[in-house]
């Protein structure tokens, strides 16, 4: 059996990492990977339902900067609108300077503090600190005809990626393309010049679907197992987050013949690499005034990974629920209790008051703020463990089965 479930777990990876074109929001890829596994899921006897909505895909056309005969190398920010034309360069280093400075008409390099980290989407409802939604507003105010993005690294937000790119928001409208801090120093020694922009990007309206799955009892109190099933655009999105979704495939066989009192409900939630987060948001609304009926949500992000054990992170958990947690888990060699981490989906349940274990890789917790993998081509099934996935899948099925 495990041998068997070894070899199916990797034939899953190989389909949504290799064989499917990418899984970004919005693109058929994407539409392709909830098909597959809404027909894995309903082979097993699962009940299922796919909610639509609709996302935004983008096209990378790629983009070039000069300044007379200085050439200067960009990349076209994800979902930004695109731009040909030539301009007044003026920079802004601080919220201060962005606020005094006359921009109209002109491009605005974005470079040293205000750059330091991935603004959030301006319509972005988990988490939006103010002085985001600060600067959001003085650019949108500014009259610019466009802006460069120099940006370093900064894991804990932007993944891996460098440089990440500042803005990444289909809701934001001035086009923008970004750069490395090397570039934007070289750059600013051009401002008050006149410098040539063309970026080619191409926002395509489409369609995105969850995919949600139940067996159990219909009526009583829910245990919800999610995972988010889109990637960035330009990464297999292996630990981030196929592997998670091969879990819940996993979990699908385990409990193909579950017959406790709970109702077991199974979502590939679709959005959380996407500015807008479609997918959660849906699931939001679907579920209003429903919350109070779950009884836990685990959330699977990030595990898998070969080096390392798995870890399960509790938050807010009844005590004698959090007792019978440990238990379980207390007896599997290469599982533990990691510590808490908000980024990732179980943030949607606390917030609305249901208790959440998060499963991730221990290798994620310890280099979350390092770690230059995710969001990258890096984030390939080379770097995961099937076996671990098959792991993870009977150990929520011993607890799922005990709840």
Not at 7 to 30: A, D, Q, T, Y
Not at 107 to 127: C, H, S, T, W
Not at 229 to 243: F, L, S, W
Not at 345 to 355: C, K
Request: overall charge negative; aromatic content about 8%.
């Amino acid at each position: 059996m495990s041998d068997y479930l070894n070899k199916l777990s990797r034939i899953w990876l190989e389909e949504l990492c290799v064989n499917i074109p990418g899984r970004c929001v919005g693109s058929e890829g994407n539409r392709k990977a909830t098909r597959f596994f809404e027909n894995e899921v309903r082979q097993r006897g699962w009940q299922t339902e796919m909610p639509e909505f609709d996302a935004i895909d983008w096209n990378d056309g790629g983009a070039s900067l000069c300044c007379g005969e200085n050439e200067f190398k960009v990349l076209v920010s994800p979902y930004s609108k695109g731009f040909t034309g030539e301009a007044e360069l003026v920079q802004a280093t601080t919220v201060d300077e962005l606020d005094s400075i006359k921009a109209a008409g002109k491009i605005i390099l974005l470079r040293g503090d205000i750059a330091r980290e991935q603004l959030m989407p301006k319509n972005f409802v988990f988490y939006n600190p103010e002085e985001h939604q600060k600067i959001v507003k003085l650019l949108e105010e500014s009259a610019a005809k466009a802006l460069v993005c120099a940006t370093g690294r900064n894991p804990s937000l932007a993944g891996g990626v460098y440089p990440f790119p500042l803005i990444e928001d289909g809701d934001f409208d001035i086009p923008s393309v970004y750069m490395t801090e090397e570039e934007g120093l070289r750059l600013a020694d051009f401002t008050g010049k006149r410098v040539s922009l063309r970026s080619f990007s191409e926002r395509i309206p489409g369609k995105g679907y969850n995919v949600i799955c139940r067996m159990g009892v219909p009526g009583s109190r829910r245990i919800v197992i999610t995972a988010h099933i889109d990637a960035k655009k330009g990464t297999p999105g292996a630990i981030d987050n196929a592997t998670g979704v091969v879990v819940l495939m996993l979990l699908a066989e385990f409990l193909k013949d579950y017959g406790g009192g709970r109702l077991i409900e199974i979502a590939a939630l679709n959005g959380e690499d996407y500015y807008g987060v479609p997918g959660q948001m849906n699931f939001i609304m679907a579920n209003q005034g429903l919350f109070d009926n779950m009884l836990l949500n685990i959330n699977i992000d990030g595990a898998g990974y070969f080096e390392g054990g798995t870890a399960f992170s509790l938050f807010d958990l009844p005590e004698g629920m959090a007792s019978l947690v440990r238990s379980v888990i207390g007896g599997h060699d290469g599982i533990s209790e990691g510590v808490q981490w908000p980024q990732g989906d179980h943030s949607i349940f606390l917030q609305s008051g249901v208790p959440a274990v998060a499963v991730t890789s221990e290798w994620f917790l310890q280099n979350i703020s390092t770690q230059d993998i995710t969001h990258t081509e890096r984030d390939n099934i080379g770097i995961t463990d099937s076996g671990k996935l098959v792991l993870i899948a009977g150990v929520l099925d011993r607890l799922i089965r005990s709840l």
